[in-house]
């Protein structure tokens, strides 16, 4: 084994670590030596959003160490950083462990001398947002994994404004809890009596928030009957999302009894991710059956939300993240501007890699529309940028997280849902379908599809791999892609923007992002991206063309991915 492996391994079998612990090292010595190795390669790295591994032991694992490390980094820079009182909010999801990960991170800030407002139970995390805010906490922690499998786990840490980390404090509270080299540098217990429980209470307020989005109230009792069906996937969405329909005075509402009961094991899926058809195809098969109006499902911790719904020939199919994204936008548009309550200086946010549809349709309707990096923090950062100069209205990004109205700092499934369903409400009321009124949208604003492919790079070569493609294609970029010349290379982690014919180029004014975009001469755009919580590389796929009237629609789509298949295929991605 590796001299710094067997090092790091010493360690934990002579360290104070608990005899469990220990047994588990030995067991591993003696029968799985490459799983002890993965183990213990690397420290967990604790990124510019929190922490996100695999569950067990070692230093490369979520643990109840590597959490009581993380947390104490956090806890002293929280202390540097504010000389009133400090406090935190912290919360939990369905996964495996996440109950004890969240005691033990209220156990160490509070050891730390740090008020801590502890959920009593798993909550969705837009609420921890929403807390933290409310509390006027200086931070907070939710331990989840999100939408990973269900080996995983992981911490997302906060700030004051309730949104998860950016510069500087990112890069400093990794310096912190990079400084902390040992259990025995972690503060475990003795300020138990600065943990306060909360539930309920909190409830009412955030949901009460929630109700106050809604920009059409009447149309939601018009159609209080509206046939919904929900999946929390196993989640946390169980908690508030049913309750949140219901005042929004939806009374038809259907869960899917299979994944209504909140279970880390998610015994019904492979991947607990409303993106994934499989995932979602026993609320199809259900909304099927039901005749209904539109599908929803929730990722385990409530931030993403999958959408359903019938299409022109009837059939039940998931929307993709950038077409819920474009129809949430143009609701919120739309419908204000329709309700007479919209303002002049409304504006909208979005990532670098969603749909440039949404652009095109803010643009047209006197909105301004902002693009930042991928993650709702960066949405975040910008609305506090502008908060006293310019209204924010919705956020969103295509991996299917919406932020709508200025309460909370992060994606909210719960609130989504609640629109989604009012715009739902909202179409039917004019006597047509949510896909109906997409086609429409496309008519009106040209036709614009996108797709990505995720390529997953595990182990210890993983990372290795990611760099190198993404190095060839920064320093090798493509003249042409499906025969349309690339017209522009965007390098958001140099911050520079290159005019291939010319070589011309312009600083980028947005954060460093190891992020590549290919522009084409069509408008088509290819972007690269690692992903910061997972072993993989996303690529984006945006194409488009006009679409002059809905009966060409099927021609058009197929024309689309035929081309978006053409350009995987000749970028070896397929």
Not at 120 to 139: A, D, M, N, V
Not at 203 to 213: A, F, G, I, Q, T
Request: hydrophobic share 40%.
């Amino acid at each position: 084994m590796d001299n710094n492996i067997q090092v790091k391994v010493d360690k934990w079998l002579n360290g104070n670590y608990d005899a469990a612990t220990k047994e588990a090292i030995k067991n591993m010595q003696q029968n799985n030596k490459e799983e002890l190795a993965d183990a213990f390669y690397k420290e967990l790295e604790f990124g510019t959003g929190g922490l996100r591994g695999i569950m067990g032991i070692g230093t490369n694992r979520m643990n109840k160490y590597t959490i009581g490390m993380a947390t104490q980094g956090y806890a002293n820079y929280l202390k540097n950083s504010f000389q009133d009182e400090v406090s935190v909010a912290v919360a939990y999801d369905c996964r495996n462990n996440s109950k004890d990960f969240a005691a033990i991170t209220a156990n160490v800030f509070a050891a730390n001398g740090i008020k801590v407002y502890l959920f009593e139970s798993l909550r969705p995390t837009p609420e921890l947002s929403f807390t933290i805010r409310h509390f006027k906490c200086k931070g907070g922690v939710v331990c989840t994994a999100s939408h990973n499998p269900k080996e995983y786990n992981g911490y997302k840490a906060y700030w004051d404004d309730g949104a998860q980390l950016v510069p500087p404090h990112d890069k400093n509270v990794i310096k912190e809890v990079e400084k902390i080299l040992s259990v025995e540098d972690v503060k475990w217990t003795g300020g138990e009596h600065l943990i306060q429980m909360i539930g309920k209470e909190v409830d009412e307020l955030y949901l009460n928030m929630v109700k106050s989005l809604s920009v059409y109230p009447e149309v939601c009792k018009a159609q209080h009957d509206l046939k919904i069906v929900y999946t929390p996937i196993h989640g946390s969405g169980i908690m508030l999302v049913p309750d949140a329909l219901k005042l929004y005075g939806f009374n038809n509402i259907h869960i899917v009894k299979e994944q209504s009961i909140p279970d880390g094991n998610f015994p019904t899926v492979i991947y607990p991710n409303p993106e994934e058809t499989e995932t979602m195809s026993i609320g199809l098969a259900q909304a099927k059956a039901l005749d209904a109006d539109i599908l929803l499902g929730t990722d385990p911790d409530t931030d993403r939300v999958g959408v359903g719904v019938k299409n022109h020939k009837g059939d039940w199919i998931l929307l993709n993240g950038n077409q819920t994204a474009l129809l949430a936008f143009n609701y919120m548009i739309e419908a204000r501007k329709a309700k007479g309550i919209a303002k002049a200086n409304d504006m909208v946010i979005k990532t670098i890699v969603t749909t440039d549809m949404i652009d095109v349709i803010a643009k047209t309707n006197g909105v301004a529309c902002y693009n930042v990096l991928t993650g709702f923090k960066w949405i975040s950062s910008l609305i506090k940028e502008k908060e006293s100069k310019e209204n924010y209205v919705i956020g969103g990004e295509e991996s299917f997280g919406l932020m709508i109205g200025n309460y909370i700092r992060d994606k909210d499934a719960v609130s989504a849902v609640t629109i989604l369903c009012e715009m739902a409400a909202y179409e039917k009321n004019k006597g047509r379908s949510l896909f109906a009124k997409l086609i429409d949208l496309y008519v009106e604003y040209g036709f614009y599809k996108e797709n990505l492919v995720s390529i997953t790079k595990k182990g210890m070569n993983g990372a290795a791999e990611i760099a190198s493609m993404m190095e060839q294609y920064r320093n090798n970029p493509p003249k042409t892609i499906d025969g349309i010349a690339v017209k522009s290379l965007l390098d958001y982690e140099l911050q520079v923007g290159k005019n291939l014919s010319d070589g011309s180029s312009w600083k980028i004014e947005l954060p460093k992002s190891n992020v590549l975009q290919f522009l084409l001469e069509d408008d088509s755009k290819i972007s690269a991206r690692p992903s910061g919580t997972e072993p993989k590389i996303k690529f984006y796929f945006s194409v488009n063309t006009k679409l002059d009237n809905a009966t060409a629609f099927d021609e058009k789509e197929k024309m689309l991915d035929d081309k978006i298949n053409r350009i995987i295929k000749e970028m070896g991605l397929n």
